[in-house]
């Protein structure tokens, strides 16, 4: 049961975090973009192969000492087939490392359509007598605009393939209470969504007490995430907003339970560009990019068990 | 601006019609997929060649008698990077033949997030000294929950390329109404996101007075539709709904403006699968799917033109 998994990950290792790797050609070193350049000239391809090998040294320097990966998909979908290609492929180098994967994808459609969302990215696929896994992330996230008969394929999937979820209950950006704080007849449209999500996982709970099916709640609202750790006692958190996005340890506390557990906390730029800004850019080289990311991963690590 | 242009083909033709290619591996007749299949044996390379070459078939049985058309990304996306390709392949491939695109791809996430979607679907993306128009739909949907800001960048691309959007505002599944019918202080959820997506395009208005900023409105549900129709004086709807889901064209009156403009209706197994089903399966054999979905499309056009 893929949570029991994560969350025996995250004992052993000490550390509820999440790097995400959400490459953008401003974080890769001069040498990596050479070499992805002269290989393939100015073209999409090149960016791809760069992020590749980038993502490749930031998942060696971190995978003994974080439980997960989240690559983010927009990074890469935009870029067109050859950024698929490589979303993929380090999908399955993290997954050779031991990480556990969560696509950040946030897909959302109706039933007949989220199937094949659900089948190609924690499923499988048929081709003629073949089935292929075809993404293979652990969890994915979802959103849940279009209610239950949106999410029920992505469930099925969870049960069939041991795989997970993270809903969208309450976003880390600064418009996020715009819709997801509207007052619904004395709750507001997060908590109520939160509810749902509580329910989507009831029959999905593994030995620790949490779901497969998990919410995404934002560290930029502690007291909203405090309400949904009451409301979602079953539900494991996926926090975003730490870090660049001004989340504080301080304010994470919450998420989590008794036990410190219940919760694991996402940091993107602030570990995989690490090397590009204080204290990590004084002790660390341009090349020296996985090494200052392993730094930063260690040291959010401190910051958090400091609070937990 | 890209609404003027598609309303421009919509009173050209005379067929307010949106034919959605969402091919499915049920759909796709024998002699396709025996040549994809012998070329690339049980793979998904097969599935996405037997889906573009079908997809270009109906594409030019359909361009001259249809304004648009609305591949649904999770199809394509499903089968990985040779779905993406495939995917890209049946953009240009419409495009050539004048279609207006408009890519089902539901996408919402963080503003730095968001810049990365709307730069691959709708804007350019750079890669070293080179721009690339990766993906070049005219228009793609997008989910509304995480807020304004969440938004913002495809609006500034829809400003600087010429492009549009359709936001989720009511969507057409059946439990649709689960998040967005809740009562949010006297109005519906989905009444105020059509608030905001009038307000979002507001700058973006064209000669004929609808904006770049469209939405989604389910065909399922017209006494919302009507209510939304008021909410949205300037926003064109993409209605999804029509035929398989259970719309009917007598409910869809409501969608459009005193002008019999304003709504473009989508169909997708309805046309590009009509062969398989009465009365078409009697008048053209497997081979001729092309001249089914030719037929059905004229009949959704002689449906809709009965009741607007």
Tied chains: 1, 2.
Excluded at 132 to 145: A, K, M, Q, S
Excluded at 234 to 241: R, Y
């Amino acid at each position: 049961m893929i949570t029991d998994r994560l969350i025996e990950k995250i004992i052993n290792m000490q550390n509820p975090t999440v790097v995400g790797l959400d490459p953008r050609m401003k974080f890769i070193p001069e040498h990596i973009k050479k070499s992805s350049f002269e290989k393939y000239g100015n073209t999409p391809k090149a960016v791809a192969d760069s992020f590749l090998a980038f993502n490749k040294v930031i998942i060696d320097s971190v995978y003994d000492i974080v439980p997960a990966v989240k690559p983010q998909v927009a990074m890469y979908e935009m870029l067109g087939e050859c950024g698929i290609e490589c979303f993929i492929n380090t999908i399955k180098y993290a997954k050779e490392k031991g990480l556990i994967v969560i696509g950040d994808v946030k897909r959302g459609d109706i039933t007949s359509t989220a199937e094949a969302y659900s089948n190609g990215h924690i499923g499988k696929v048929q081709a003629g007598s073949e089935q292929y896994e075809i993404y293979g992330e652990d969890y994915i996230t979802v959103n849940p605009y279009l209610g239950s008969d949106s999410v029920e394929p992505y469930i099925k999937d969870c049960r069939q393939y041991e795989k997970g979820l993270f809903v969208l209950v309450k976003t880390s950006n600064p418009n996020s209470g715009e819709l997801q704080n509207l007052d619904c007849g004395g709750k507001l449209l997060y908590e109520k969504v939160g509810e749902l999500v509580e329910k989507w996982g009831e029959s999905l709970r593994g030995k620790h007490g949490y779901s497969a099916v998990g919410a995404v709640v934002g560290a930029t609202h502690p007291a909203e995430a405090e309400k949904l750790r009451k409301i979602m006692p079953h539900t494991f958190f996926l926090v975003p907003g730490y870090g660049a996005q001004g989340g504080k340890a301080e304010d994470l506390t919450v998420c989590f339970d008794k036990e410190g557990l219940g919760a694991i906390i996402n940091s993107s730029r602030g570990i995989i560009a690490a090397y590009t800004k204080a204290p990590y850019n004084e002790r660390y080289s341009e090349k020296e990019f996985g090494d200052a990311a392993r730094q930063a991963a260690a040291d959010m690590k401190a910051d958090l068990r400091r609070c937990i």
